[in-house]
């Protein structure tokens, strides 16, 4: 029996994995002609030559397998279950004493290592193709000039000598910054802080005006182990951030993984900013990778029912179901980002959601 199991689930997973890169690439390939007819007329006007519109659809591919991953995993899901119903391979299987749940395990399985799988590639290849996205569409497509708009706002930037910068703006021109939050951080140590209204760079340094300096010590005479410091002027030679870093095109949430974004949130929080946008995104780096699992575990007992098992049926099950996660993972983001739900629960309702509905359906669902 146990080499009988190996064999089918060889089989199921083969049948699987084949219609799952069929179905990655045709969403994608549909998402890209989509994306193409609406932008063409950006491209015609902007004078974009072939070769940059490439470029621009080879980096933004990444982000758009990431994002409707779940979709090709939910149509493998509808496809591979559904022929094995279609074909009475899945009754004559059941009839032989193996339970529905039994059959389903190495594709859960499978769903649980592709969610896992989705996670990495967010956090090592969407963030960097991201960014170079951007880069492209502004100053190869959109032909602007990097110093154009002389002033940044909301920067962030990390130092290579474990400093981190955030500025409520930034004058290119001028090398300026207002609403300066400086913190260096060691071993996951807070070890110095630095408060000012203004920061300003000067020949080999930065110049910090009207602010505060948190010093900490291990002393035992300073029970609290920090003291603040006010200043007027604290000129630093030793920071190595130059101000090239801080004309940089500020990243978008998009454009972070999970850890930059994570510090990129206690930086802005630090300095009394509004997060609760940042917060929910961050939370949907977790969240929307392991829809994969839940969306096989929502999708596998409605195409086991061999009267669903047909492939116009299996298209529209798909559509829907994808239409209504969609509006329910969108809709729960835009009230995170507003505040109207905490960011914790905006972006994990979809999956609490759909995951309390397929455990439902598949228990009910024919053993």
């Known amino acids: 029996m146990k080499i009988q199991m190996r064999i089918l689930d060889r089989y199921f997973i083969r049948m699987f994995v084949f219609a799952l890169i069929f179905s990655l690439f045709g969403v994608w390939l549909t998402a ?20 940059s519109v490439i470029k621009y659809y080879l980096f933004w591919s990444p982000y758009m397998i990431g994002l409707t991953i779940p979709v ?41 290592a592709i969610s896992f799988l989705t996670m990495a590639f967010g956090e090592i290849v969407v963030p960097v193709a991201n960014k170079r996205k951007g880069e492209i569409r502004s100053f190869e497509i959109g032909r602007e000039i990097k110093e154009k708009n002389i002033l940044r706002r909301n920067v962030f930037v990390q130092g290579e000598d474990g400093r981190i910068f955030y500025l409520g703006d930034y004058n290119i021109k001028t090398k300026t910054g207002n609403g300066v939050l400086v913190q260096r951080i060691t071993k996951n140590r807070l070890e110095e802080q630095i408060e000012a209204k203004k920061m300003s760079w000067k020949e080999n340094g930065w110049l910090f005006e009207n602010g505060r300096e948190r010093i900490f010590s291990d002393s035992l005479t300073q029970p609290q182990g920090e003291e603040y410091r006010t200043f007027g002027k604290l000129f630093r030679a030793d920071m190595k951030v130059k101000p090239e870093a801080f004309a940089e095109r500020p990243k978008d949430p998009e454009e972070m993984g999970y850890f930059e974004l994570a510090q990129y949130v206690k930086i802005r929080k630090s300095a009394g900013a509004e997060i609760s946008r940042e917060l929910t995104d961050l939370n949907s780096k977790i969240s929307y990778p392991l829809i994969n699992f839940i969306i096989v575990l929502f999708g596998a007992p409605i195409a086991a029912n061999p009267r669903r098992s047909g492939m116009a049926v299996g298209v529209a099950l798909t559509l829907f179901i994808a239409f209504c996660s969609y509006v329910v993972i969108k809709g729960a983001l835009i009230l995170g980002y507003n505040g109207t739900l905490s960011p914790a629960l905006a972006a994990w309702s979809a999956n609490i959601l759909f995951a309390i509905l397929g455990t439902i359906l598949l228990i009910k669902a024919k053993k």
């Open 72 to 112: 090709a995993v939910l149509l493998a899901c509808i496809f591979s279950v559904g022929q094995l119903a279609r074909h009475n391979e899945l009754l004559a299987i059941k009839t032989a004493g193996i339970s529905l749940y039994r059959i389903l395990l190495p594709l859960l399985t499978l769903s649980i």
């Open 32 to 51: 890209l002609i989509v994306d193409l007819v609406e932008h063409i007329d950006t491209f015609i006007d902007k004078h974009a030559s072939a070769f």
